[in-house]
């Protein structure tokens, strides 16, 4: 699996996790310390900031899971992927959009700048 992949895939396994304890370990195996994350609803920086952002997002959509939508690209230290906001119990997909990540050395991601291109209500 590419290092791209695999930043991705704990991407989604931090969005994904389910309780404060689980979402704490999946942000600190996927993001570094210092990390940012800066979407047009949200502009959080740190490990607490970022748990705190996967809470409050999985609070408004009880039920539903982020999903990769087609592959990850990358080259040097950046990718990007896009996603869909999927309910576990119909499959329907009120949400979606598309996030840049910039990557440490060791794989974490360091920033993300994500892209809401559909959102409820809109």
């Not at 009120?94 to 959102?119: E, M």
């Amino acid at each position: 699996m590419s290092t791209y992949a695999t930043a991705a895939e704990r991407y989604f396994a931090a969005w994904n996790a389910e309780g404060d304890e689980a979402i704490a370990k999946a942000v600190s195996d996927a993001f570094t310390e210092d990390a940012t994350y800066t979407d047009p609803l949200a502009d959080v920086a740190g490990h607490q900031g970022l748990a705190a952002a996967i809470a409050g997002a999985q609070a408004q959509f009880p039920g539903f899971e982020f999903r990769m939508k087609g592959s990850v690209d990358g080259n040097h230290n950046i990718a990007r992927f896009s996603w869909d906001l999927v309910s576990k119990a119909d499959g329907s997909s009120p949400a979606g959009g598309s996030d840049v990540i910039t990557l440490a050395d060791d794989g974490r991601i360091i920033t993300v700048s994500g892209f809401l291109d559909r959102v409820p209500g809109a």
